[in-house]
């Protein structure tokens, strides 16, 4: 009877409208179609029901949406409804700052004027809006104002300065963010004054003046939320909903998630659930202790002689451990695996010991309050990195773990002791698909010949729901794809006529499609080289010429090349994915190798160890896919608008040589490729004009 009574007395589980609702949005009548006057796509209706069905029975759904299916307002409507309904938060995660930027300048503002477009959904456009910023790019002007007064015993005089222009700037910041001020802040400066310290909490800070704490009340009170999977998973690496206590959720307590872009996740989650020590960051977390060149530091203020000089010891310890392993492992390759304990003594155990262990005295000695808590949490700090180091030079498990230490830098002098996990599939299943609530994955880019089973597998969603909607644009009138048959194999013994021929045929493409090119390869070291040879015939033709890795970002060099309307740049890995050029200003993208992943890198080399001893083929269950899912992605740069058209021309000769080459072509859509020579490609190689 007790428990009769308790059910009866139970509250009544919140409403579910999404389904009903975004039927209501979606139709053929719909309110998108009707109040909006925007065209009506099938593809787009059946997401946006897949989304919000997976949303009210909190279960996992992937999806591909194929470019032009407006998958971002398929999630976002149901999305932005349930919160509202359910009085919880819709997380929304994307991987490149384009789609963030797109999300928050252009896509929310649709979803509330689609929601105030009818009386029954206006009560939904009130929502709010964040985007979750990680703690270190905040001001905290609590620590600030702390800097100020303690600047001699933190700061050398030259930096006096720099401390005053951001004192300056904080009166009129905006947000407070590091990028908001130009030229950026000093590191060593900032370093001392951001948010990413126990000292910016709610009990030491005044929440209308720290810029952290505004942003944070902001978060708790938004239904959405847009994020980066970097900052993501390193919140979830972390811990996430489930280190706050929370039954259900995955970064907060009683929240749903939706992954955009999610064909990078695995590479994400790997990178993020393993482990980094590197010599560079080393360094900073001891000399924020105390400089021993410079006299400053924290301990410079709360410590004696003897806490100086363990820092100093400890110091001399990790550059002896670093050179050491650079000078043993890292002289001829900028990248080895490490398979076994023994390769370096635990040079700096005693040292960091000694320096936690002292550091965590001297905090107890302090009363409560801010510089207690940072002090004791620079101890706990401390205390990570030796077990670290400890955990990295046992290893211990390398059945499940790939070890491997590595050098980079701009003059290759950072040296990082590294970890990822073999395989990423029950890290994701406990960190997402565990958790009780909604996690929908979408891009464009998720299935192998229409199947999603090899991204199942590997993200751990063996049995979620899966659906595929392909791209509604034109593609059979709109893109031409032309494949040169005789470019020399990369494995080719004459590496230097491939190089050659790929230049002569970058050239000849490029000079003979009007409007911009994209060119994609897979080598830093192609891409220089045939730059240098082909910048010169651009910068004669007075045509915008762009190259990746000269202190541009990403973001702005795509800016440029929409700006110049004749652009060709050249772009590795990065470039790949996630950049958005519509229109003519990018009529041609150039594929110079098949995007294979370096077989020797440690991840792959084990990944493919681990397939092996389980019965596996690591080329069909690894390679492949990989390669598939990145060259779709390449090819996707080019057609982003129902009204454009263009030219995807194919240099890697084993797209028709080799088996393989076949389920290459199987992906791109529209017609079959044109193939041409050097003999006849005057005559075959039409693009539009």
């Not at 929370?246 to 064909?263: C, I, K, N, Q, T």
């Not at 595929?468 to 709109?478: K, Y």
Request: charged share 25%; aromatic share 8%; proline share 5%.
């Amino acid at each position: 009877m007790i428990g009769l009574q308790e059910e009866h007395d139970a509250p009544p589980p919140p409403p579910a409208h999404a389904p009903r609702l975004a039927a209501r949005i979606f139709a053929a009548d719909g309110v998108l179609a009707s109040a909006l006057k925007l065209e009506h796509r099938p593809q787009q209706e059946k997401m946006a029901r897949a989304v919000a069905a997976a949303l009210k029975a909190d279960e996992p759904l992937l999806f591909e949406a194929g470019t032009g299916v407006g998958k971002s307002l398929a999630y976002l409507l149901p999305g932005i409804i349930h919160a509202v309904d359910q009085s919880r938060q819709l997380v929304v995660s994307t991987h490149t700052i384009a789609l963030q930027e797109q999300l928050e300048q252009a896509d929310l503002p649709l979803c509330r004027r689609v929601l105030a477009a009818a009386p029954e959904l206006e009560a939904y456009g009130k929502f709010k809006s964040a985007v979750l910023v990680g703690k270190a790019n905040y001001l905290c002007t609590t620590r600030l104002v702390a800097a100020l007064r303690d600047k001699h015993e933190l700061f050398a005089t030259p930096e006096h300065a720099e401390l005053q222009r951001i004192a300056a700037w904080a009166e009129t910041a905006a947000e407070g963010l590091r990028h908001e001020l130009s030229p950026p802040p000093a590191p060593e400066v900032w370093e001392l004054i951001n948010a990413d310290s126990s000292g910016c909490a709610r009990k030491y800070c005044d929440c209308t003046r720290c810029f952290y704490q505004r942003a944070r009340a902001r978060l708790r009170s938004a239904q959405v939320i847009i994020v980066n999977h970097s900052l993501l998973f390193a919140h979830l690496a972390g811990g996430g909903a489930a280190e706050k206590g929370g039954a259900r959720g995955v970064l907060f307590p009683d929240d749903f998630v939706v992954l955009d872009e999610a064909h990078t996740v695995p590479d994400v989650a790997t990178d993020h659930f393993g482990m980094r020590v590197s010599s560079y960051g080393t360094d900073r977390l001891l000399k924020h202790l105390y400089n021993p060149k410079t006299k400053r530091g924290l301990l410079a203020k709360f410590g004696d002689a003897r806490d100086r000089q363990l820092v100093d010891d400890a110091l001399e310890a990790a550059h002896q451990f670093f050179a050491f392993v650079d000078e043993r492992l890292l002289t001829k390759q900028a990248v080895v695996r490490v398979r076994e304990a023994g390769f370096a003594e635990p040079w700096m155990d005693e040292p960091l010991g000694a320096l936690h262990l002292a550091m965590k005295k001297r905090a107890d000695k302090l009363e409560d309050g801010r510089e207690r808590d940072e002090l004791q949490e620079q101890a706990g700090k401390v205390r990570t990195l030796q077990t670290s180091l400890r955990q990295f030079l046992n290893v211990a498990d390398t059945d499940q773990q790939v070890y491997w230490v590595e050098r980079s830098g701009r003059r290759q002098t950072i040296v990082t002791l590294r970890t990822a996990p073999i395989d990423v599939a029950p890290l994701l299943r406990e960190a997402l698909l565990e958790r009780h609530t909604a996690v929908v994955f979408t891009s464009a880019t998720l299935a192998v010949g229409g199947d999603i089973g090899a991204f199942q597998q590997r993200v751990g969603a063996a049995g979620a729901r899966t659906a595929v909607e392909a791209s509604p644009f034109d593609f059979a009138r709109n893109l031409r794809v032309f494949v040169a048959t005789d470019v020399p194999l990369p494995s080719a013994q004459d590496a230097r006529l491939a190089l050659e021929t790929l230049t002569d045929y970058i050239d000849f493409c490029t000079r003979r499609t009007a409007g911009g090119s994209l060119v994609l390869f897979t080598s830093y070291a192609d891409m220089r080289a045939v730059a240098a040879v082909l910048e010169p015939v651009y910068d004669g033709a007075r045509r915008p010429f762009f190259l990746q890795g000269r202190d541009t970002s990403r973001t702005e060099l795509a800016r440029q090349l929409r700006a110049a309307g004749n652009g060709v740049l050249f772009g590795t890995d990065s470039f790949w994915t996630g950049i958005d050029v519509p229109g003519d200003a990018l009529s041609q993208v150039i594929i110079t190798r098949l995007p294979f992943e370096v077989p020797s890198h440690p991840v792959l080399e084990a990944r493919a160890e681990w397939i092996r001893e389980r019965g596996g083929d690591p080329f069909t269950e690894l390679t492949l896919p990989d390669a598939l899912i990145k060259f779709r992605q390449g090819a996707g740069r080019l057609i982003r608008t129902a009204r454009d058209r263009g030219v995807l021309t194919i240099l890697d000769s084993r797209i028709v040589q080799k088996s393989y080459g076949r389920r290459f072509l199987e992906c791109l859509p529209g017609r079959g490729p044109v193939r041409m020579n050097q003999t006849d490609r005057v005559e075959r190689f039409q693009p539009f004009l």
